[in-house]
Structure formats: C-alpha cells, structure tokens
C-alpha cells in the first residue's frame, strides 16, 4: 500500500512526502527521496506515529492498521481535524488488543484471531477519536462473535470424525 503528498513549507518550497507499509522493504516514509524505516508501537497491529521535521512545516505521519494520515502543522490535510498523538490511547485498550487476538485465537482459532485484529483496529482508531463507548461497544461485539464461532466450532466438530 502506498500513499502520496505534497507539503508546501512556509519558503513555498514543496516536498513530496510517500509513505509505503509492507513489501520486502518493510514499512517506510520517503521524504524528498530520502527513506526512512518506520516501526510500530504495537505488536500486534501497525500503529505508528512518525514526525517530520520541514524547515517551516511539522509534520506528522501517523498510520493506524492499513489508514494512512499526514498532519502539518497540527492539522490532518484529510479532514482538518487537529493532529493528537497516537500515545495518548489508554493502556487498557493496548489490554483488549491483546486479550481479543489471543483470546480469540485460543477459543475460536484463526477466525477469532482475525475478528480480534479487525475490530481492534476500529477500536484504536475510536479511541484516537476519543469515543470510548464505541471502543467498549466493539469489544462485546467481538466476545459476542468469538463465542458465536465457539458454538459454531463445537456443533460441526463432531461431524468431522476427530
């Protein structure tokens, strides 16, 4: 996946600023044909938050899952909302994170670990937004959908011959 923007600093010199995740390369942010890795913050999914530093413009990179923003100057260019950190998210939430997927994995195998990465990354980007009971409200969605899963899985398992 790749992105692209073009950032005028306050000279009226523009920079072309691309961002890259995946690949053999790893994820990385190009800034005027210079590269530069970026890692996440989280284990489990991609969460980064990288500053660029422009003469004249600050600028911040912040990926969340497979979304993709740029801030300059404290604004997002896609919508206009202010820039906020990505380390302002909650320690318990990072606690969901991880109990969904692996709890998911334990209970409903690779559907469950696959609906735990997905709803996990709605619920970061809910609580980038600062909308918390939309956060709590995908979790018991998720526990609702794992245990669905579970019960799927113990009613066709018998049929399988094992």
Request: aromatic share 12%; charged share 15%; net charge positive.
């Amino acid at each position: 996946m790749k992105k692209e923007w073009s950032v005028t600093d306050n000279m009226g010199n523009v920079h072309k600023i691309q961002c890259k995740l995946g690949g053999f390369g790893g994820n990385k942010v190009i800034v005027d044909n210079d590269s530069y890795k970026l890692k996440s913050s989280n284990w489990f999914i991609v969460v980064v938050d990288y500053q660029i530093n422009l003469p004249g413009a600050a600028c911040n990179l912040v990926i969340v899952g497979n979304k993709m923003r740029l801030a300059v100057n404290g604004v997002f260019l896609d919508d206009g909302t202010p820039y906020e950190p990505v380390r302002n998210i909650p320690v318990w939430i990072w606690v969901l994170v991880a109990v969904s997927c692996v709890g998911g994995w334990f209970f409903s195998g690779l559907l469950g670990l696959c609906a735990g990465l997905i709803i996990s990354m709605f619920a970061i980007r809910a609580a980038l937004e600062k909308k918390m009971n939309v956060v709590i409200i995908l979790y018991i969605v998720n526990l609702v959908i794992d245990a669905a899963i579970f019960a799927l899985l113990m009613q066709i398992t018998p049929y399988m011959g094992y």
